[in-house]
């Protein structure tokens, strides 16, 4: 099992910057983030392996990044230039397996941090 606990979400104006954390229970080889918006399926923003691979969604190239602190076993997600569009639920997630931005074969999951950007 993994514990996956995510915060730092909060209402911004759009073009302003936030920084998501998940502190996990353990890392597995694949770590992610995903958002969902209201009245829309979940979608993968960003991954990272445990070799350092990231991979990101079109949408956030360039404006997010992913990274990881292993001794601390914490994930993060810097999100800067925000949009109105990024308002969603955010969610951290883990799987042993490969990577991808598909949320389905994630295993674990946290409760999700809300983020509000303004316009």
């Known amino acids: 099992q993994v514990q996956l606990v995510e915060s730092g979400g909060g209402s911004v104006q759009a073009g302003g910057s936030l920084r998501l954390s998940c502190a996990a229970s353990r890392f597995t080889y694949c770590m992610g983030w995903f958002r969902q918006a209201p009245g829309k399926e979940r979608e993968g923003v960003a991954t990272?392996?445990?070799?350092?691979?990231?991979g990101y969604a079109d949408s956030v190239k360039g404006r997010f990044s992913i990274s990881q602190d292993n001794a601390k076993n914490a994930l993060y997600l810097q999100m800067n230039s925000l949009k109105p569009e990024d308002t969603g639920m955010y969610y951290c997630?883990?799987?042993?397996?490969?990577?991808?931005?598909?949320?389905?074969?994630?295993?674990?999951w946290g409760q999700g941090t809300q983020v509000t950007v303004s316009s």
């Open positions: 990272i392996t445990s070799y350092g691979t990231t």
């Open positions: 997630a883990a799987r042993h397996d490969s990577c991808s931005l598909a949320p389905g074969p994630f295993n674990y």
